[in-house]
């Protein structure tokens, strides 16, 4: 049996592109559906259990897993608020020398300027701020003692949150919904603009007629299907399915790049036994960076858990990992990012996302690098010993890519804009180049690797999306009565170019 529903634009995710798009789109008077495959969870139910909200809040219980050398973890949120539920909610705006890359090797035309409203918009409707240096507590206490003793570049980090408490839990879920995910935000605001949303709804296939989009066809947990006839489909299931729902959908991909060009932002931590107590899962576990090395495609951010996590994340065996984990009160990590010239691609085998990445030889340079820098850091600090993510007697320079423990967070470019047809997918409005109606609204457009969190790249560029749908401007704050303007000023978190 198929239920009809008519609309004018049919979204598919309620993540960081999608929901953004949503509300901007229902608030201006569009009827609009929004598909989202994950349920839709409740603050309550948050436990803080790593384990036990791993398989809650996450896709695969938080296990998906890269093919390669080596094989990189990439957790995925699902779920109402996507990824932006389970993040660390880091707040930056794309690095000034990001967007040049991207005109004149994309030729899109982004810039701070054209992009700066709609970052304003975001910002406010998340109510992004600067941690306190109080909240951000011991753990980056300590990563700032060491920065300033090695006269190193570093800041407190901007994050989308209301009254935080510094639980701890971020990537666990908010048990206080301080984090201002999209779940929270941007899915009520559509909502009380007379959305209407559908949890539960995997989308199997963009309808196409006439050349042109029609709508979506999405299976319900009931069994039934969901037909909704819309002339505008935005698609904004995230990097890994995204490219797989328009390949289902035998969408056009003249420029074959569909699926390719995944980057990830591959990323490790390592751990330090101080003299003082840090108890680490006291305070933003990410709430300061260290970007020094910025223009050498390196990154360190704070990381930080409970017991729990800090046990699964040790990079220790046997009695050491006992030893370690006895004076977990005493424990400092800090994390180490890469922006990666590494491309894979995702592709399908029996129904089920591929994901192929290898770390090139640049990559693993920049691992080396940097984690020789990380353990300075933390001597410079005063740890008694530092526990770096790599096998026993095995030094950063001498590291092999199969030596690495690698995690990613930030997958990006597997539909990636372009303007013209035969190289990207979508173009520089993010419309798909081989189809009318098609848009795509995700971390899939994004062509290269940011170097920075990527959350607020997407939802400006949703944001701006939008706004072209609905043939206007963004509106300067003045003239914006959906968005109340909570935030102090406008100060912008990038790392250096």
């Keep these: 049996m198929t239920d009809v529903l008519e609309a004018d634009f049919c979204v598919i995710g309620a993540g960081a592109g999608g929901a953004v798009t949503a509300a901007e789109l229902a608030e201006a008077g569009a009827r609009v559906v929004v598909l989202e495959q994950g349920p839709s969870h409740d603050a309550d139910e948050f436990s803080a259990r790593p384990p036990e909200m791993l398989a809650r809040l996450y896709r695969d219980g938080g296990q998906t897993v890269t093919l390669g050398a080596p094989p990189i973890l990439l957790p995925l949120g699902r779920g109402v608020g996507g990824t932006t539920l389970v993040n660390s909610g880091t707040c930056f705006r794309t690095p000034s020398h990001v967007l040049e890359r991207w005109a004149e090797e994309f030729g899109l035309e982004l810039d701070e300027t054209s992009l700066r409203r709609c970052f304003e918009r975001v910002e406010r409707s998340l109510s992004v701020a600067e941690v306190t240096p109080e909240l951000a507590g011991a753990n980056a206490a300590v990563a700032r003692r060491g920065a300033e003793r090695l006269g190193w570049s570093h800041g407190y980090l901007r994050r989308n949150a209301r009254g935080c408490v510094g639980s701890g839990v971020c990537v666990f879920g908010c048990p206080t919904s301080a984090k201002q995910h999209t779940g929270i935000t941007y899915i009520p605001r559509a909502l009380a603009a007379g959305a209407r949303l559908f949890t539960g709804a995997d989308a199997r296939e963009i309808l196409v007629r006439g050349g042109r989009a029609r709508g979506v066809l999405a299976r319900m947990p009931s069994g039934r299907t969901l037909e909704v006839r819309a002339p505008t489909v935005i698609v904004a299931c995230g990097t890994v399915h995204t490219p797989l729902l328009l390949r289902r959908s035998r ?80 424990l400092a990590q800090f994390g180490l990012m890469v922006s990666d010239e590494s491309r894979g691609r995702v592709g399908t085998l029996a129904g089920r996302p591929v994901i192929r990445y290898s770390l090139c030889e640049r990559d693993l340079a920049k691992f080396r690098h940097g984690l020789a820098r990380l353990e300075e850091l933390f001597l ?63 971390g899939s457009v994004v062509p290269s690797a940011l170097g920075v969190n990527p959350q607020l790249t997407i939802m400006a560029l949703a944001t701006r999306l939008a706004f072209h749908l609905l043939g206007t401007s963004v509106p300067d704050r003045a003239m914006d009565p959906h968005v109340p303007d909570t935030q102090p000023d406008d100060e912008e978190a990038t790392c250096r170019s």
């Design 251 to 330: 969408l056009p991909d003249d420029s074959a790049q569909r699926g390719r060009n995944l980057a990830l932002h591959p990323a490790t931590a390592a751990f330090a036994l101080m003299d003082e107590p840090v108890d680490m899962a006291r305070g933003v576990p990410q709430s300061f960076y260290v970007d020094e090395f910025a223009g050498e495609g390196i990154m360190f951010e704070g990381v930080a858990g409970p017991p729990a996590y800090a046990a699964m994340s040790l990079p220790l065996t046997g009695e050491a990992h006992a030893r370690a984990m006895a004076d977990y009160r005493r």
């Design 380 to 442: 410079a600090a005063g740890a008694r010993q530092v526990h770096l993510p790599l096998p026993a007697g095995v030094r950063p320079a001498d590291a092999t890519a199969r030596d690495l423990k690698l995690m990613a967070f930030h997958p990006l470019g597997t539909a990636r804009a372009h303007a013209r047809a035969g190289h990207g997918v979508v173009d520089g409005q993010l419309a798909h180049h081989g189809l009318s109606g098609v848009y795509v609204a995700d």
